[in-house]
């Protein structure tokens, strides 16, 4: 018998999501909605699972989880990259860790979403329509201002394309961004000081890393625009999550845009939630029906194929399989 877990499925829409059905008789799938942050807690719900299929980085699998799974051979991650697993001790367990394919551009979407939200002040505006007040805020337009994209791999270059297509002036910083990636997109190559000293609206596009954890601190926020505002759509810990909270609250910049945090789910007294000048949203910016279709689908096609013995999409080659 193989017993299945998918994991954080907030939604209740995992089962809609594939024709689970098609899985051998004796396999059994149970789906959890609840995120659970307690470790204990979730090796003891975890530990008679020979199959965990996990969204995104919901939930982190450190070796001192792994350790205590011992029931568990195939590991699935929606993506085919995950920070929060740690491969190379799946690898000594022999478990098989699998990842799917994705789509890059709902959150590149999720992003100008973000940025008009904050330019025109959607937020405050609907709740006052439904108030029953009317045109309570004065927004700003995009026209002519100033877009820094840091980082310009393949989210970064579709949200710099719309910024010219707005009439915004594009440019762009990361590590190891060349003129020839810049000119390629038409933005223009900066420092990191002078992205941050120009630009209107800071938004981020790279990849959760030593490199760039903490990558924007007090000291980068303090050096933007009192006028200007944050989106990070990335990961949370690239930006300094207090420093960020100060410098709201303190006016150095002018608001936040933020699909992304230190912690997931948002802790219920987290000063974000209270902090005017910022849109907030609950890391969606991945979570449409056409993506949750390939993650599903593929998590699927990926536990029938271990079953079979021949993993696909495997993201590590575990040294003995359990």
Known sequence: MTKIAILDDYQNVALEMADWRSLPSDATVDVF??????ED???ARLGAYGVIVAMRERTPFPRSLLEHLPELGLLVTTGMRNASIDVDAATELGIT???TEGLGYPTAELTWGLILAIARRVPEEDKATREGRWQVTLGEGL???VLGVIGLGRLGSQVAMVGKAFGMEVIAWSQNLTRERTDEIGATLVSKEDLLARSDYVTIHLVLSDRTRGLLGASELNSMKPTAYLINTSRGPIVDEAALVEA???GKIAGAG???FDQEPLAANHP?????NTVITPHMGYVTSETYAIFYGHALENIQAF???APIRTINQPRAAR
Do not use: S, Y
């Open 248 to 250: 709201v609250q303190t």
């Open 41 to 43: 807690r979730l090796a």
């Open 307 to 309: 079953l079979a013995g």
């Open 33 to 38: 909605a609840e995120h659970v942050f307690d």
């Open 97 to 99: 860790v699998c990842g």
């Open 258 to 260: 933020l699909d992304v």
């Open 143 to 145: 026209n002519g201002k």
């Open 272 to 276: 974000l939630r209270d902090l005017e």
